[in-house]
């Protein structure tokens, strides 16, 4: 079965840093993408990243570019989003999501690509 698990949210003060952890398992990285996304209350989910290790692709949206890293680590499957500089604004839940994917598009920053998700981890940027 594939699973997915996101771990390493908690309290970082603005301008923090934060290192998000996707572990996966009943797949292999390589055949995948994996979508990191993050949902305020009453908001829609926003992808914020994705990778495929195949080919070390990656995308992000305009909002976070230059502020969030995502990378991958085959041989412990697990995939992680670096967070940089937080704002207040950067607080919600944060998802990965899994699909197979070939290549990827623009399209995969978007939550209706994926097929698997991981439990949340919440984010709190506050002083």
């Known amino acids: 079965d594939v699973q997915l698990q996101a771990f390493g949210g908690g309290l970082v003060q603005p301008g923090g840093s934060l290192r998000l952890s996707c572990a996966s398992s009943?797949?292999?990285?390589?055949?995948?993408?994996i979508g990191w996304f993050r949902q305020a209350p009453g908001k829609e989910r926003e992808g914020v990243s994705c990778i495929r290790s195949s080919d070390g692709s990656t995308l992000y949206p305009d909002s976070v570019k230059g502020q969030f890293t995502i990378s991958s680590d085959n041989a412990k499957n697990t995939v992680y989003l670096q967070m940089n500089h937080l704002k207040p604004e950067d607080t919600p839940v944060y998802y990965c999501a899994a699909v197979r994917s070939r290549f990827m598009t623009r399209s995969y920053l978007t939550q209706y690509r994926y097929d698997y998700w991981g439990q949340g981890t919440l984010v709190t940027v506050s002083s």
């Open positions: 009943g797949f292999t990285l390589d055949d995948y993408a």
